[in-house]
């Protein structure tokens, strides 16, 4: 694990997108875009539909990108905050339904804490919604602090309610 520094440094991170109102896959490609804009794409997931957390609501389609980018991780939360604005984002209530949601879910060898951001994201490890895609753009991928392996635990967890939607936002 490396810490964070001053000055901007390469990032290997990868984003978790869902969305559970509107056009959810135009919304999701749109986001994808945008996220791509930001530096490098290095992979696009396929999408998964699941049922949403939080009060009733519709179901979510989810999914992730792997971006590769010269930014501090404060700095790409801001972007990404931008970003769900730009697609109509309104926070209302915890976990209610969202037009957007991008959450920094991993950075590699790298692990964030501060008073706005956790990296990796405080509930990736309870959420087979959020692991599934991003073990499709980033298979290896370890907690930078414990080294345990997301497929592992992706495992244990299993992937009950998730359903296969589409096919990735490459191109998007």
Known sequence: MRPSVASPVSLDAVIGLGSNLGDRRATLQSAARA?????TLLGASPTYE???VGPPQPDYLNAAVRLRAVIEPPALLELLLGIERDHGRERRERWGPRTLDLDLLWIDALAVRTARLVVPHPCLLE???ALRPLLDVAPDARDPASGERYADRLATLGEAGLRRHSPPLVGA
């Open 50 to 52: 699941s049922r949403a």
């Open 35 to 39: 996220v791509a804009a930001l530096g």
């Open 127 to 129: 959420r087979p919604f």
